[in-house]
């Protein structure tokens, strides 16, 4: 079972690998792209690993990585002119499905939750399999055709661009740190100062630190990997926490820190030039009474859902 | 000295605080803890490399992007445009309770809409300066505050419920950083014990717009 399991996440690996290759593809042709060269190997060699990396040595794709890195810190990735949604298709179309185009969306989400809890597949697989069934529907509905979904396909890549492969690399930092016992010895650090062992106290801190350092970086997903290590598992998972529940609320908790930060811009200064506001932290100062508040309650929740 | 294993973090700090390429700086940051760490190159390589590859799960949410592409071409946005629209006679903490809902509700099923963008400055803002405006002429204070507002209602919603969604790239990093960490964590687990924080925010935010709306209609009976 857990090799046929395996088999079928190859299988979309490798279909993932291929968005890419269209992305990179598509890249390579945008020419108005200044970095059109660099961004469609970006792209090209994410195609490779998520294609064949598992034939690979994996001293080849750190290799790989470090490459995407360098193209990355050298300004070679944009993300181009990505060619705009014609208005009239995508109105007269709302107007002949109207609620129904909302359907494929609450299929892919069901079919995930059903193949996840009623069959031995699991989740991944059942993620998997609802992006396929729900395409197919949204296919079937929309009328859509093979070039649609290739020409969509490169479009929401492209558009999504390094961002979206940052979730990833921020879990395999993660697994550098580990490797090189950073958590180690942030709990060692910590626990001279505070006791381990008290599961309230553990809770606090692992909540509170997930905040702060949400604040100064302005990205949740990259504080978790270094906190949860660090703080949440010698102080709260250790001690008896379960670790669904740490891992929900403290990110959760992250969210709190990005509702308070100029850090996390695309949600708090964004939309301050976007609406032309007069004061630059508005939108942080009218969430901060939420986020705090927020933030207490996952304290609670942990500490009472955990053990 | 041990705590040089520590420099990593703090690459991670000042390379996000000073908005540095952010792919770089995570790949600098790899490279720097573990060479500190006595991890030779070769090995930081292949540790780099297994781990990119044991956490592919991460980026599994790529596979629902054609659907997602393949519905925004088709009217996604206009239909949730004319559903919003339909919103007449309400007040500005109205507005924003439903507009709470339904964000709420397209993150439960995975729909992540650049909220800010394509609702909040052309639809949410406006429809609740126009609400406001009803009783009394607003003050550039207070319009702010609306705009502020509208903005803020979008960012609760967002945060607070797309751990809903199974298959949302946060989600997904949970579950493969607890895994790379030695604990088993099931997507679905999480998406379940997310649901308490997504129904307190509806509570929290309801009384919060109740609350706003109050100190709109006070400060319009001193305007007069």
Known sequence: MTSLINNILTFFYMLIGATFLIASIESARDKTNSTRWGTAT????????????????NAVVGALLLVIGALSLLKQVKVGHIKSLNKEVSEASAKRLGGWIFLPSIILAV????????TPFGGQVGIGVAAIVSLIVAMWLTKAGGKTVYEDSQRMVRSVGSAGILPQLLATLGVVFTASGVGTVTAKAISSVFPVGNHLLGVVLYCVAMAVFTVIMGNAFAAFAVITAGIGIP?????????????????????????????????????????????????????APIAITMLIIQIILMYVLAF | MEYIKLIGVLVIILGFAFK???????????????????????????????G??????????????????????????????????????LTPGRIFDIYLLIREAASLFGISLQGQVQFIRPLI??????????????????????????????????????????????????ASTMKSLGYKVSPNGIALYSIPVAVLTIVLVFWYNHMFDRQLLKEGKNND
């Open chain 2, 20 to 50: 540095l390429d952010t792919v770089a700086v995570v790949i600098i940051s790899a490279l720097v803890t573990a060479l500190a760490s006595g991890i030779d190159f070769t090995k930081f390589l292949e540790i780099l490399g297994q």
């Open chain 1, 235 to 287: 102080f709260v998972v250790a001690q008896g926490g379960a670790a669904v529940v740490v891992a929900a609320l403290g990110m959760t908790s992250g969210y709190c820190g990005t509702l308070l930060t100029p850090m996390a811009a695309n949600f708090n200064t964004l939309p301050v030039a976007l609406m032309e506001m007069k004061d630059p932290l508005g939108v942080i100062k009218q969430q």
């Open chain 1, 42 to 57: 970006f792209w090209l060699i994410f195609a490779v690993i998520f294609g064949v990396g598992q034939w690979l040595p």
């Open chain 1, 111 to 118: 079919t995930a939750i059903l193949v996840a809890q009623f």
């Open chain 2, 52 to 89: 990119f590859m044991d956490n592919r799960m991460v980026s599994l949410f790529f596979l629902t992007l054609p659907m997602i592409g393949v519905i925004e071409r088709h009217g996604l946005k206009e239909s949730a445009v004319s559903l919003i629209q339909k919103l007449q006679n």
């Open chain 2, 125 to 174: 803002n406006p429809m609740a300066q126009a609400a406001a405006s009803v009783e009394t002429k607003l003050t550039n204070k207070q319009v702010d505050r609306i705009k502020a507002r509208s903005a803020a209602t979008e960012n609760f919603g967002n945060f607070f419920s797309q751990n809903l969604f199974v298959a949302s790239a946060g989600v997904l990093l949970m």
